[in-house]
Nanobody, 123 residues
């Protein structure tokens, strides 16, 4: 079993900054891809940013130049530094991880998701 836990959400004013953190734990062999997705009211879930085990990053066009994703492979943690926040960034942010893990002596691979953390950008 693998657990994914998010933290760092909250209320910020437009133009402000917020840092989200996500930690994966369990019988993890490797995390292939780890990233952040968000779902705003009335909208579908969308990719925000991802980072691979090799450090390659991918960002949604709407957050390029404002958000930075990083990871610490020593403790299976990924962070999302969000700057110049806009009201349209308001959403529930979910951390997802493509994980190789050990279960009953076998190495398996699947996606795990956190519970989500609310980010609200408002004055």
């Amino acid at each position: 079993q693998v657990q994914v836990v998010e933290s760092g959400g909250g209320l910020v004013q437009p133009g402000g900054s917020l840092r989200l953190s996500c930690a994966a734990s369990g019988s993890i062999v490797a995390i292939v891809v780890m990233g952040w997705y968000r779902q705003a009211p009335g909208k579908q879930r969308e990719l925000v940013a991802t980072i691979t085990s090799g450090g390659n990053t991918n960002y949604a066009d709407s957050v390029k130049g404002r958000f930075i994703i990083s990871r610490d492979n020593t403790n299976n943690t990924v962070s999302l530094q969000m700057n110049s926040l806009k009201p349209e960034d308001t959403a529930v942010y979910f951390c997802g991880a493509d994980v190789k893990y050990i279960s009953n002596g076998y190495t398996l691979r699947r996606e795990y998701w956190g519970q989500g953390t609310q980010v609200t950008v408002s004055s």
